[in-house]
């Protein structure tokens, strides 16, 4: 694995809601096989840098790269780059009128044209890694939340995204169910999937990350190795950050 | 009740019924065309063409169907415009139908959240490719009700188009009425040649509106 190619480069983004400023001049680089975990407040902007590596928003400066080429919003080679981002929301964003297997295999059918037999396969291989073979017929409504995210994590991986993206997977699941979903973005770290991960879990991010980046009022904070961030964080913000999610009396 | 008279003049019922069922349906047809072109303007908030529209959707919803016809057959000839009682039928048929169908196609559209619109998109679907196999299947189960709805109403306000001379059942029953005051008889008909025509399409709505809730979870 050579660490040195960049899979996602971000260079002096600003990204406006009006006249909020919500990235404010960020540059952000990730290597291939890295897993970088973004934490911060909530309203820091850490979503809004996701949607804005997809192309969902439009940004007001600065350049997002996929392997040198630019991520544009609205433009036509946006559906070139998106092919090879993956990204899984907060929501449980399956699509309700269709089978698991449906939900997973569209777009492998669709947008790449690849066989049906071989999308087919794929699919049973991705879902049996996540536990879920025996609902490959089964609808979104007759699942629990935490194995619609995992079949989202399939859906993505299905297209062999060159970088997942993943926005607060767990942030609306019963807390019994953040385990199952986290143990699988686990293994795709471990097995060497670049991702850039948005998430609320403190102990997971840890575990997970070979780099936490700590974003508050749109600019990164602090970056470092996990064990260094969560356990001697240099800036103040961080500290005071990170006090939060402990609890004495 | 006169069953000679019923045996008599029901063939001159069931060549109105054919009359109201296929300008009924023409208008119908075109109303729906109207309607999602309508809805898709305003979907995709196309400039101009959305103010057209927003106009025209409020002309045709806030006027009678029988204020439209009589503008259609009374008051175009005086522009040098004469329509036949049938076109009359079909365009205002279609006018009145096309604002309800958009409103109805729209809501349907609108259903289906941002969120379902963005993973679509984030898996490199292309805009015809959302529509098509996201946005269209989960919009109909929304809209399908409205549309049969509409339908339904579309097709009873065919009963004004006597007032354009156009011999519908309306037209025929009212003939009748004048001629041998066989006013029970006459009614009788009327109102079940209106149920022969509406009530099989009632029945085909509420078997495709079960089908599509099943499918919609």
Redesign the interface.
């Known amino acids: 694995m050579n660490m040195a190619e960049h899979i996602i480069d971000i260079n002096h983004l600003v990204k406006r809601f009006g006249d909020n400023i919500i990235l404010n001049d960020l540059s952000l680089s990730v290597s291939k096989g890295e897993v970088v975990v973004l934490i911060g407040p909530s309203g820091c902007g850490k979503s809004t840098l996701l949607r804005c590596l ?1 192309g ?1 928003e439009p940004i007001q400066g600065g350049t997002v790269m996929l392997h040198g080429e630019p991520v544009e919003h609205g433009k036509a080679s946006l ?2 780059i ?2 090879k ?3 899984v ?1 907060q ?1 449980y ?1 399956l ?3 269709m089978t698991v297997l449906k939900n997973i295999t ?2 492998p059918l ?3 044209n690849r066989s049906r037999e071989e999308v087919t396969e794929n699919a049973m291989a991705l879902l049996k890694r996540v536990g879920l073979e025996d609902k490959a017929n089964s ?1 979104p ?1 007759e699942l629990s939340g935490g194995q619609k995210q995992r079949v ?1 994590i399939v ?2 991986l299905i ?1 062999n995204p060159d970088i997942m993206l993943l926005d607060e997977i767990t942030a609306a699941l019963d807390p019994e169910m953040v385990h199952e979903v986290l143990n699988v973005v686990l293994g795709l770290a471990n097995s060497g999937t670049t991702m850039m991960i948005v998430t609320h879990e403190m102990a997971f991010a840890e575990a997970v990350a070979d780099r936490v980046v700590f974003l508050d009022g749109g600019v990164i904070v602090e970056e470092g190795a996990p064990k260094e961030f969560f356990h001697d964080p240099k800036t103040e913000r961080a500290q005071r950050f990170l006090k939060t999610f402990t609890y004495s009396r | 009740m006169d069953w000679s008279f019923i045996q008599k003049f029901a063939p001159m019922y069931v060549e109105a019924a054919v009359l109201t069922v296929t300008i009924g349906v023409i208008g119908i047809l075109l109303a729906v065309v109207i309607g999602l072109v309508c809805a898709l303007v305003k979907y995709y908030r196309i400039p101009v063409a959305r103010q057209i529209v927003a106009v025209y959707i409020e002309l045709s919803r806030n006027t009678p169907l029988i204020v439209q016809l009589f503008f259609l057959y009374f008051g175009l000839p005086k522009a040098g415009i004469l329509l036949s009682s049938e076109a009359c039928g079909i365009i205002g048929l279609a006018f009145l139908g096309g604002s309800y169908m958009a409103e109805s196609f729209l809501s349907g559209l609108r259903s289906v959240g941002k969120v379902q619109l963005e993973s679509a998109e984030s898996l490199g679907l292309r805009r015809g490719q959302v529509m098509r196999y996201i946005v269209i299947p989960q919009a109909a189960s929304v809209s399908v009700p409205a549309l049969a709805a509409n339908v339904i109403f579309l097709l009873k306000e065919t009963s004004v188009f006597s007032a354009v001379s156009l011999a519908d059942l309306m037209y025929v029953a009212k003939d009748l009425i004048g001629m041998y005051y066989n006013t029970g008889e006459a009614l009788t008909m009327l109102v079940a040649a209106y149920l022969v025509i509406i009530l099989p399409i009632s029945i085909v709505f509420s078997v495709l509106e079960r089908r599509m809730r099943r499918a919609g979870n």
């Open positions: 997809n969902l559906y070139n998106r092919q981002i993956g990204m929301f929501s964003d699509f309700p009128h569209l777009s669709k947008v790449q609808y409504s989202a859906r993505s297209m």
